[in-house]
């Protein structure tokens, strides 16, 4: 508790969400991006922070990649995404040379790493700032944790796809936080259902339904479910006109929607 | 600060102790001691061990979700259908443990005999392990460490009864950390045939899986292939097929081309392989069935609606492809 009467970088923050998921490639990073572009669409300040250190996906996402990290005075400062400098993200991508290069880095190194993202990075002013995590329930999750336990995180948005597999791990993302004291804001189910752009078949690539059985059995609410977006996929791709073409996608009042809870959660968060 | 100094040579170099950077380093006589740069003594025993396993592949993604353990539950089955080759599969996955369930054996469990752990068998010729098989409830979460996780796959290696195995597949989790590090260094004497590289057509993917051949190329893993995962789906009402996850810089062909590797295959994106897993009749899928008839059609509603199961027959077509092209790659003479 020492760490919370020296708030440091994170002190003109207001809310920390993680997004969690036991699984690789449920859309975490798309889900914090998509996040952090439905905050921002309501008028809010977003940064995020990406701890996925093997992985980063996010910088290719909002079209940052090969932006590179300066240093101030009171630390390191964050990639601003659009002109209006109200989406800011941190990542190891933009640490990397070259961008293929692997990091090939054991558990305390990472936790090193992670430390200093979370110390060392002016935010500066933010009201919320999304942490997008790698998969699984190791040496990040418990850094990450860790190190933000003395902020009181808001909670844990914890992702999952609808098949049973996808459901399996998650389950054992829910122990997890449960284990560290992490709240779960809720879960998100994404890549719910396909329509097919030819006939507007709607179907269930991977199966339906497994997000909200899952929050029904471990008792935490359910967010909303996500449905797969070509479209979106492509935009993500390429970073193109993203932030403005977001509001057409299909995906989007579903992210609005989730978007407006944890709006509606930061109140209770405060007290 | 736990930090290693900026320029430390690494424990296991001739340097260890001795550089610039050594200078004031709390483990400066133990590195120049030399006890950190010991073999751990498990790699020999693992080698040891290995002795009767003929090939080992690893089955690896930089990026999550691809497919890893599906296709290693496909490469599991399809190398099994011949009664006389035993194969082995390994899950190192320790925090995300999949494939129990993708092999219809969840809520087995592992028992213990004299000369180790025996894996579960699923087939005669196919036996599996997982730390899945080691919880005692499928909400358990594995929250450990690097160090702990090393051990679990030291363990994974070396105290199993793994018995005469032609292939052993290790089906890794995404990322290149420390269940990679550790399957490569403990593998490493014993001589690991390559990597499969699995991925999925979008570039998202891609730019994780360059790493992962980066690290392989790091480690001195050859790679085998790569296979390209979900790639289209066919509408089962329409039979148009649409790119879900669209391969906007040219998908795992374009990649491959660049940094000379092979592709294996493309294995397309059928919904009915998540319906299987749900059912939890595991996947079984029978690469000889040529009969193109899923046997789960005329139980099952979302099945029925579709015509025959054609993509199906197009997943088997594919894997048996890959199958095909990875053998190839292994027998080859170097």
């Not at chain 1, 692997?102 to 993202?117: D, E, S, T, Y």
């Not at chain 1, 359910?222 to 070509?230: A, E, M, T």
């Not at chain 2, 087939?123 to 679990?152: H, Q, T, Y």
């Not at chain 2, 399957?183 to 590289?197: E, P, S, T």
Request: proline content about 7%; some cysteine; aromatic content about 6%.
């Amino acid at each position: 508790m020492e760490a919370a009467a020296e708030p440091g970088n994170l002190a003109g923050v207001r809310h920390i969400i993680l997004v969690l998921s036991g699984k690789g490639g449920v859309g975490k990073s798309t889900i914090s991006t998509e996040l952090a572009l439905a905050l921002r669409h309501a008028g809010k300040k977003v940064g995020i922070l990406d701890v996925d250190l093997c992985g980063p996906s996010i910088p290719r996402m909002l079209q940052v990649q090969g932006k590179a990290v300066h240093q101030c005075d009171s630390g390191w400062v964050p990639v601003f995404v659009d002109q209006e400098q109200s989406i800011s993200l941190m990542s190891v991508g933009f640490l990397l040379e070259k961008p293929d290069e692997a990091v090939v880095w054991r558990g305390p190194k990472k936790n090193a790493l992670i430390k200093q993202f979370v110390s060392d990075v002016a935010w500066g002013q933010l009201d919320y700032l999304v942490v997008d995590t790698p998969p699984g329930t190791s040496d990040e999750h418990m850094a990450v944790v860790d190190t933000l336990r003395p902020y009181s995180p808001l909670g844990a948005l914890v992702v999952t796809t609808p098949q049973a597999v996808s459901v399996g791990d998650v389950r054992r993302e829910l122990t997890f936080c449960k284990k560290v004291g992490l709240r779960v804001i809720g879960v998100v189910e994404n890549m719910s259902g396909f329509v097919c752009p030819h006939c507007a078949e709607c179907t269930n690539v991977f199966s339906r339904g497994g997000g909200e059985e899952l929050a029904r059995h471990a008792g935490v609410p359910f967010l909303g479910s996500v449905p797969l977006d070509p479209e979106l996929t492509r935009s993500l791709e390429e970073g193109r006109d993203f932030i403005r073409g977001f509001p057409e996608s299909p995906a989007f009042p579903a992210l609005s929607c989730i978007a407006q809870k944890i709006l509606n959660e930061a109140p209770v968060g405060l007290s | 600060m736990e930090e290693v100094p900026h320029d430390c040579p690494g424990v296991g170099s001739a340097q260890a102790g001795r550089g610039a950077s050594c200078q004031g380093c709390p483990n400066q006589g133990l590195c120049a001691s030399g006890a950190g740069a010991a073999p751990d003594p498990a790699i020999e025993e693992i080698k040891e061990k290995m002795k009767t396993v003929k090939h080992k592949i690893l089955v690896l993604s930089g990026k999550g979700g691809v497919g890893k353990s599906t296709f290693s539950a496909h490469l599991a089955h399809g190398l099994a259908e011949d009664e006389n080759t035993q194969v082995a599969l390994l899950d190192i996955d320790i925090c995300g443990p999949s494939i129990p369930k993708i092999m219809g054996l969840e809520g087995e469990q592992v028992h213990q005999s004299g000369s180790g752990w025996s894996p579960v068998f699923l087939e005669d010729n196919l036996g599996v392990m997982s730390v899945g098989f080691l919880l005692s409830s499928p909400d358990d979460a594995v929250i450990w460490r690097g160090p702990k996780k090393n051990g679990m796959i030291k363990q994974f290696l070396r105290d199993v009864d793994w018995g005469e195995v032609d292939y052993l597949i290790v089906d890794t989790p995404p990322g290149t950390s420390d269940e990679h590090l550790s399957a490569v260094q403990y593998l490493a004497a014993a001589h690991i045939d390559g990597a499969v590289i699995i991925t999925t057509p979008q570039e998202v993917s891609l730019q994780d899986v360059r790493k992962e051949i980066s690290f392989c190329h790091k480690v001195k893993l050859p790679v085998i292939g790569v296979v390209e995962n979900m790639s289209g789906f066919i509408c089962p009402k329409c039979q148009k097929e649409t790119q879900i996850f669209p391969p906007t810089t040219g998908g795992a062909e374009v990649m491959c081309h660049d940094l000379k590797v092979p592709l294996l295959g493309k294995v397309p994106l059928d919904p009915r392989i998540g319906i299987r897993f749900r059912l939890k009749a595991g996947y079984r899928i029978s690469l000889e069935d040529s009969r193109g008839r899923c046997p789960a059609c005329p139980v099952y509603r979302e099945a029925r609606r579709s015509p025959p199961c054609t993509r199906l027959l197009s997943v088997r077509v594919a894997t048996k492809d890959s199958l095909f092209w990875l053998k190839h790659r292994i027998h080859q003479p170097p």
